[in-house]
């Protein structure tokens, strides 16, 4: 059996599960920032959460020569995180879509969902509203 060491950058796998874990690791051991790989996808994620009001920002950065996303992590003035949940909907091994009609609430729309739609990534208020269909990728509240 090979063995894949992962450098510090690095991701094996699935991406938006490493965006998804980086995230939620940040936030449990309270860091103002994360840093993740860059990529369009990444990005398109970080859009919607920032415009959710999830986070409190991100930036394009590029350290030693490799971009980075840089994200500010959002917390309460209790100081617990904005995030209470995450989870991956869609897996590459487990391909998740909806119609327009199918997507769900998340919690009552406490939360969002994150969906793939054809016109970009969007969240799933804005899919049905907009009659779009597409692969659900993750959840958050």
Known sequence: MVKRKASAGATIGDPISD?????????????????????????????????????????????????????????????????????????????????AKEIPEVLGGLGISIVSTSKGIVTGKTARESKLGGEILCNIW
Do not use: C, F
């Open 19 to 99: 965006l998804l874990n980086r995230l939620r690791n940040g936030m449990r051991a309270g860091h103002d920032r994360v840093d993740l790989p860059s990529s369009r996808l990444k990005e398109a994620l970080l859009v919607v959460l920032a415009d959710e009001g999830y986070i409190a920002s991100y930036r394009r950065v590029e350290e030693k020569g490799r971009p980075l996303l840089r994200v500010g992590l959002k917390y309460d003035p209790e100081g617990e995180p904005i995030v209470t949940g995450l989870e991956r909907v869609s897996k590459p091994g487990r391909r998740v879509y909806a119609t």
